[in-house]
Structure formats: C-alpha cells, structure tokens
C-alpha cells in the first residue's frame, strides 16, 4: 500500500499554497530541490550556506512542526567532490571517452581518496541539510552520462559505478546522522541494475523514470523499458524500502527547464493507474517532483491542478 506521498520543489517554491495543500491532503513528505542541470552543485552550496529565502524557511518550519517530512534531492557530486582538487588530484577525477582526466562530472569511483573525501564532504552537507526523515538524496552531477573509463572503471556499468559512489556517500552521512540512510537514484544512465556492486546497509532505491512516457500509464507498451526497470531495482534494493520520485507534476519538465511555466495539465487516469503500478511492485513511498508551480505559477495560471494525485480532506 503507498502509505507516504511528496513532492519535490524548488526552494524558493515554497509557498502559501503548498503549505496549505500539503497541510489539507495526504502528501506527508516535501523535497527541497535546487534547480537541477548545469552548474547545480552551485545551487547546492548556495542553499547550505545561504538557507531558504525567510518566507520560505518559516513554512518549511511550520510544515515539519506539523509532521510533514522535510528531505533535501541534491545534485551534488562536483560540491562533494571539489573541482578544484583537479590540477594537484587529476586521478580522483573522471577519465572521459577520449582517455583524458575530465573534471566536468562526478569523479573516479575507484580512487580510495576520493571517495574519502566524497564522505568527508557528504558529512558536512548532511549537518548543513539535515532530513527529518533520515533520508537523504546527496546525487551524482545532473547528467546522462558522466562515468570513469579509466582501467579500474571500465568493465563497471554507469550504475555500478553510482552505487559505489552512493555507498562512499553513505558512510559520509553516517558520520553526521547514524540512523542517515542514502539514495541510490535510479535515473538516466544509471536507471538498469547495479551488476557488480552490491548497496551497503543503509541504501535505498529512488526511482526517477526520467525517460518514460507520460502521457500513457507505466502499463503501456510504450513504457515497457521504464517498466522493466522498475521490476528489476525493486526485486534488487527492495521496494519496501525505497520511493519512486516521479514526474507527474513536473512543470519544469514540461514547460522544458525554461521560465515562464506553462500550464500544467496533468491526467489523473495515468496517475492513478500509476499509483497502483507502483503499488504492486511493493513501494510503500511515491513522491513526484512538482517544480514550476510556485507563486509565478500561480500569478499566471491560478491554483495548480495536482491531477488528483493529493487527496484532500473535507472541510
Ligand atoms: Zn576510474
């Protein structure tokens, strides 16, 4: 049974209205999530040190006081792993297609000091943005691809190669939180089963079908890889354990990453179907993002329709 549904915002997103929805429905968690892409890692850092903007941080306050989940979903590999460690450290660093050491992306998943400071670094971030839930998303860079292809990381697949660096985060967040438990996000390149590496105790699966079709059901033949995947990783990490972070409501994703929002008109057929997909494989935890449906949303389109996905309570 889904016993616990979210979203996932930007941080400056977090307004009246989703304080009053979240407050009003059966959405238990929020995810706080800097625009991801390019340079996230930036963003990142500029919410650990800086916070939330005031208005935002008092309705988190209100949100967690209330017994709403508070977690951070964090591109953060270039923040764990300082680029500017590359001109003295070039083999902590990725080796791109062309040979080379590369520090555009993540890092070497099997350099031992590396990964030391990976954990070091997800040690601090995970004091700086603690979860409420214990729960923490500390990502790969947002990208596609970006594996090592040096001869330690060659015969490793793109998800192997996450789960080591997930692993590494782990240890990390333990430091900071013992009860800390880590994200191995199933995204992208990294969507298929991890082959040669196994999570250590303390790893969940987060489920991002970045590459499914949403206008149809997860049912639906055009959505048989995303499908597969999904099967597979639950069997793998368990799904008891583990949440989907979809994209039902990702108004960003649909209005293509770029300002101003369109209007979001989401299906509550396919929502609905895809609870109970995700349901049947054993998930007890969905959440989506639902970015792009803050306050200029509103100004623009009025209340966003959340395509029955929340269920509110009568009044
Ligand atoms: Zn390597």
Not at 218 to 229: I, K, V, Y
Request: proline share 6%; glycine share 8%.
């Amino acid at each position: 049974m889904i016993e616990e549904k979210g979203v996932v915002v930007h941080p400056d997103e977090i307004g009246a209205t989703w304080r009053e929805s979240i407050l009003s429905s059966d959405i238990h968690l929020l995810g706080v999530h800097p625009v991801g892409g390019k340079g996230s890692h930036e963003r990142v850092k500029a919410l650990a040190v800086g916070g939330l903007p005031a208005e935002c941080q008092r309705n988190l306050n209100l949100l967690m006081s209330r017994g709403v989940g508070v977690e951070y979903e964090l591109h953060a590999m270039s923040l764990l792993l300082p680029r500017d460690l590359f001109p003295a450290h070039p083999e902590y660093f990725r080796m791109d297609d062309q040979g080379r050491r590369n520090p555009d992306l993540n890092c070497c998943p099997s350099n031992r000091d590396a990964l030391e400071i990976v954990a070091e670094n997800a040690a601090a971030l995970a004091k700086a943005l603690p979860s409420s839930t214990h729960r923490y998303a500390f990502w790969l860079d947002d990208a596609r691809e970006g594996t090592c292809r040096c001869r330690d990381c060659r015969s490793l697949s793109a998800s192997d190669q996450a789960l080591l660096l997930s692993n590494a985060v782990l240890r990390g967040i333990r430091r900071a939180d013992p009860q800390g438990r880590e994200s191995y996000l199933a995204y992208c390149g990294a969507s298929e089963v991890p082959r040669r590496v196994t999570p250590e105790d303390g790893i969940y699966l987060e489920y991002a079908p970045f590459d499914r079709d949403q206008a149809v059901p997860m049912t639906h033949e055009r959505n048989a890889a995303s499908r597969r995947n999904a099967r597979e990783l639950a069997a793998f990490f368990g799904a008891g354990k583990g949440k989907v972070l979809e994209y039902f409501l990702d108004n960003s994703k649909y209005s293509g990453w770029v300002k101003p929002p369109k209007k979001l008109v989401p299906d509550p057929e396919v929502i609905a179907r895809d609870l109970a997909f995700y349901d049947s494989l054993g998930f007890r935890t969905v959440t989506t993002f639902a970015c792009f449906l803050g306050p200029d949303y509103e100004a623009l389109w009025g209340k966003p329709d959340l395509g029955g996905y929340a269920v509110f309570r009568q009044r």
